[in-house]
C-alpha cells in the first residue's frame, strides 16, 4: 500500500452512521489507545517512589481503613461464609473499578482539548482509552484479593476463569455511560461533579462494607437491587471467591445493562459529535 492510499482524509461534513462510525474507530484506532493506556499505567505515578504499585497499595489502603472501622460492625454474626475482609476487599475494588472508571472516561474528551483541537482524532477514542485504563488497574488490583483468599484458606476456585465476564461487561457500561457524560459536559462542566455525586450514590447503594441482610424485606433491598451495578458485584463474588450463588435475573441485569448503556452512550455521542468538537 502506497502513502497515498493510506492516507486518512477528514471531512467535516460527512455524515456519520450512528453505532457504526464510532465502533469503527474504536477498531481502527486500537494502536493509539493502547498507548493511551500505557501513558496512563506509567505516567499517573511517574514521580512516585513505588510508581505502578500505587495502583495495588491505594485501594488496599482504603480497604484496611474500613476494615478497621466496620470490621466489629459488619464483619460479626455469621452472616457471612467467607471472611469479611474479603468480602469487603471484593466489593471495594469493583465499586472503585465503576466509580473511577466513568468518571475518567466521562472527562476524557474534556480533558484533552489541547490534542483534539490541534489534530483530528475522533473523541471517542479517549474516552474508550480512560475505560480500557480503569479496567487494567482492577485487572491489577486482583492479585492481593487472591492473596488474602490463599492466606486466610478461602482458596480460589475454578470459577475465577470467568470474572473476565464480569470485568469486560463492566467495562462496556463504564463506556457508554463515559460518553453520555462526555457528551453532556462539553456544554455544563458541572456535569461532571454530577457524575461523580452520582457514581459515589450508587456505590453506597450496593453491599460493598455492609451486608443485605441489613436491609432484608425493606423498600431499601428494592433499591439496591434496582441498581444495575449490584448485578455485577454480586455475579463478581461469586465467581471470584466462591460467595452466594445469585439469582439468575442478576446474569440478565448484567449482561443487558452492558449492552444497553454501551450502545446508548454511542448513539447518543454519534448524534452530537460535531457539537462536541465545536464545543471544546
Known amino acids: 500500500m502506497t502513502a497515498a492510499q493510506s ?11 450512528p453505532l457504526v462510525a464510532e465502533f469503527q474507530n474504536f477498531w481502527r484506532y486500537r494502536g493509539l489507545i493502547r498507548l493511551l493506556v500505557a501513558r496512563d499505567l506509567t505516567v499517573r505515578y511517574k514521580r512516585s517512589v513505588l510508581g505502578v504499585w500505587w495502583t495495588i497499595l491505594n485501594p488496599m489502603l482504603t480497604i484496611g481503613v474500613l476494615w478497621i472501622v466496620f470490621s466489629n460492625i459488619f464483619g460479626r454474626g455469621g452472616v457471612l461464609d467467607e471472611p469479611y475482609v474479603i468480602y469487603l476487599t ?13 468518571i475518567a472516561a466521562g472527562s476524557a ?4 482539548r489541547n490534542i483534539l483541537i490541534k489534530m483530528y482524532i475522533p473523541p471517542e477514542i479517549f474516552s474508550l482509552a480512560a475505560s480500557v485504563a ?6 491489577l488490583s486482583l492479585i492481593p484479593l487472591f492473596i488474602l483468599q490463599l492466606v486466610l484458606g478461602q482458596g480460589i476456585p475454578w470459577t475465577v476463569v470467568l470474572v473476565p465476564i464480569p470485568a469486560i461487561l463492566m467495562l462496556m457500561f463504564i463506556t457508554g455511560a463515559g460518553l453520555l457524560i462526555a457528551s453532556a459536559a462539553v456544554y455544563y462542566r458541572d456535569v461532571l461533579d454530577i457524575s461523580r455525586v452520582v457514581t459515589q450514590l450508587l456505590n453506597y447503594l450496593i453491599p460493598t462494607f455492609w451486608t443485605l441482610d441489613f436491609v432484608e424485606g425493606t423498600a431499601v433491598e428494592l433499591i439496591v437491587k434496582a441498581n444495575p451495578v449490584y ?5 463478581f463474588r461469586w465467581w471470584v471467591y466462591g460467595g452466594d450463588r445469585p439469582p439468575n435475573w442478576t446474569i440478565a441485569v448484567m449482561f443487558g445493562s452492558a449492552v444497553v448503556v454501551l450502545v446508548l452512550g ?3 455521542f454519534s448524534r452530537n459529535w ?3 468538537a465545536v464545543r471544546l
Open 7 to 17: 492516507t486518512v482524509y477528514y471531512d467535516s461534513d460527512l455524515r456519520r452512521r
Open 266 to 268: 454511542v448513539y447518543v
Open 231 to 235: 448485578s455485577y458485584l454480586v455475579i
Open 90 to 102: 471484593a466489593g471495594i475494588l469493583l465499586s472503585t473499578y465503576f466509580s473511577q472508571g466513568v
Open 274 to 276: 460535531r457539537r462536541v
Open 134 to 139: 480503569a479496567a487494567s488497574h482492577f485487572v
Open 109 to 112: 474528551i474534556v480533558n484533552s
